[in-house]
């Protein structure tokens, strides 16, 4: 039997029209410089919505033509992501941090016909228009600041919505490209990977399970992650999907205008990389919060950083782990009934590790050199491999794509890792981080995580430093927080009774800030490059 039910499409014009209908009293917040908020309903962003459909059209941007953002997080940026893929065009979330180089190479590659840009980054962005062959248009959304070039390919956002009509949204094919986002490229030219509608609304219905992010109606989300960052981990298309409440954090991404909106919108979700939750701890201590889920990913959450907001403020955080290629959500870390009873120090263990896989991501680790599959028994350490309908199946036009995807479908992560026999994955590093010690490997993530439980330490990165007789050493490059004294002896001492005695790194050095890369990771590759040739004692 066959063909009983239907053959509904899974499309992102249906999210639109769910909160269109569902929820037009829900609020979107963004907060404009200067500590103010400005609150539109959901029903008000879906007439705009769809009268940017009309811009599209009306700019004449192809059928299927890649519509750009350059932008902060905000509610006419969620315009985008809905108008460009309801309208059957391609939405591409430019990295606003990006080097021009690496920002020219993906605009042309990505053939990108127009740009819609905040006017505080046309600076970034109007210097790089000669070499951006095939950009008809840069649509400036005024946010206050910024000089704006007196040239006839600039058009003004409000006037051309004003002068719009409001589009259909009917996508009728689920398999069609809806939007796409490049990883940052740590090394060569950045990847891109295209996002399907069937993909991102499968992947919507994910964050809103409960054993995942469990996105709800209820809920106020504050997306800290950039919107260009793998679609700020899908929590815009989730909360309209859901009808919950966004708040957008516009351009001021310090401590304090963070931990202000976390308080004063009463954010019941927010998501960051571990620095940004760094920074607000201090900030967010004392005060009378909202918050039932701090979700950090991106890289790995130190097990200190987590046990200081459950200390401070009752709510450790929740770690996620994805990539772009991933949509990104592939796994939680929320902790299973079997587990709850564990004392805290292990649960705090747990926590520490990437989580689960979300349903509908099948996760497998595999030895690189016998490609065997191997167990789950939280020793054995390979590569970490993913498969699933919101896992990318390939790069948009890269012939790298072959070393990335195996012969049966799976996406290499690229990270290395062990899974519990319930099921949690531990990255234990990127395979290119690991230090390599005379023929075994060196996690430079663990001992990072143990460098930063020193209460002087504000944070560490290891790298490998090149060794004649090891192949390679760790060399521990730590920021002292301020106003402390440490020595490299101190770091040592705390460490011996923490890790393996061959793990001990050579040496220590103290070092300003930990570089970070465009999405706010250690930057391990300007690392390497500061320390190349350094000699370790
Ligand atoms: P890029 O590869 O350019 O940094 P991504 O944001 O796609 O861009 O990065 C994905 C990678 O980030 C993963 O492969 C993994 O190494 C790292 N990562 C993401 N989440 C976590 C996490 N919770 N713990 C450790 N590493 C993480």
Not at 257 to 286: N, S
Request: proline share 7%.
């Amino acid at each position: 039997m066959q063909g009983l039910m239907q053959d509904y499409p899974l499309t992102i014009d249906g999210i639109f029209r769910r909160v269109e209908r569902m929820y037009p009293n829900k609020t979107i917040v963004d907060a404009v410089p200067g500590g103010e908020v400005r609150r539109t309903s959901y029903g008000a962003w879906a007439e705009r919505t769809r009268r940017l459909g009309g811009v599209l059209d009306d700019l004449g941007i192809s059928t299927d033509g890649r519509v750009a953002t350059f932008a902060w997080n905000s509610g006419r940026h969620l315009e985008l992501y809905f108008a460009a893929p309801g309208s059957g065009r391609i939405l591409h979330t430019l990295n606003i941090r990006l080097f021009a180089e690496q920002l020219t190479y993906i605009v042309n590659h990505a053939e990108d016909e127009v740009i819609f840009a905040d006017r505080s980054l046309l600076g970034l962005l109007w210097p790089l228009m000669p070499e951006l062959s095939g950009v008809k248009h840069v649509v400036v959304m005024d946010d206050g600041t910024g000089d704006i070039p007196d040239d006839p390919r600039i058009l003004d956002y409000e006037e051309l919505l004003a002068a719009a009509s409001p589009a259909e949204f009917r996508v009728t094919d689920e398999d069609r490209a809806s939007s796409m986002c490049y990883t940052s490229g740590t090394t060569g030219n950045p990847k891109g990977v295209v996002y399907s509608h069937r993909s991102v609304v499968l992947h919507s219905m994910a964050a809103m399970f409960t054993g995942t992010l469990g996105v709800n109606e209820a809920d106020r989300i504050l997306p800290v992650v950039p919107m260009f960052h793998a679609n700020a981990w899908g929590l815009c298309q989730a909360a309209a999907m859901a009808g919950s409440d966004l708040i957008f954090p516009g351009r001021d991404l310090s401590p304090g205008a963070v931990t202000d909106l976390i308080v004063k919108e009463k954010v019941t979700l927010a998501a960051g990389v571990p620095t940004i939750w760094m920074g607000t701890l201090p900030l967010l201590e004392g005060q009378d919060l909202s918050l039932r889920a701090i979700v950090c990913g991106g890289s790995a959450v130190p097990k200190v950083l987590s046990e200081a907001y459950r200390e401070k403020i009752g709510l450790p955080i929740l770690q996620a782990w994805g990539m772009t290629e991933t949509s990104p959500l592939a796994s939680v870390c929320q902790i299973v009934s079997t587990l709850a009873g564990r004392p805290e120090d292990e649960l705090a263990d747990i926590r520490a590790t990437q989580g689960q896989p979300a349903p509908g991501v099948e996760a497998r680790i595999v030895d690189p050199d016998t490609l065997e599959e191997l167990p789950w028994d939280g020793k054995a350490s390979g590569e970490l491999q993913v498969a699933g309908p919101w896992i990318a199946r390939t790069y948009y036009n890269d012939d790298r794509a072959p070393e990335s995807f195996t012969p049966d479908g799976w996406l290499r992560t690229g990270d290395v890792a062990t899974i519990s026999p319930d099921a949690y994955i531990h990255l234990v590093d990127r395979t290119k981080d690991l230090v390599k010690s005379g023929g075994e490997w060196i996690s430079s993530v663990e001992l990072e995580n143990e460098i930063m439980a020193h209460p002087k330490v504000a944070e560490a990165a290891v790298i490998a430093i090149p060794h004649e007789r090891w192949v390679e050493r760790p060399l521990a490059c730590v920021v002292v927080r301020p106003g402390e004294q440490l020595t490299k002896e101190e770091v040592l001492a705390f460490l011996e009774p923490r890790v393996a005695k061959w793990w001990l790194p050579d040496d220590v050095v103290f070092i300003e800030e930990v570089p970070k890369t465009s999405v706010g990771k250690f930057s391990k590759k300007d690392l390497r490059e500061r320390f190349a040739g350094y000699q370790l004692p």
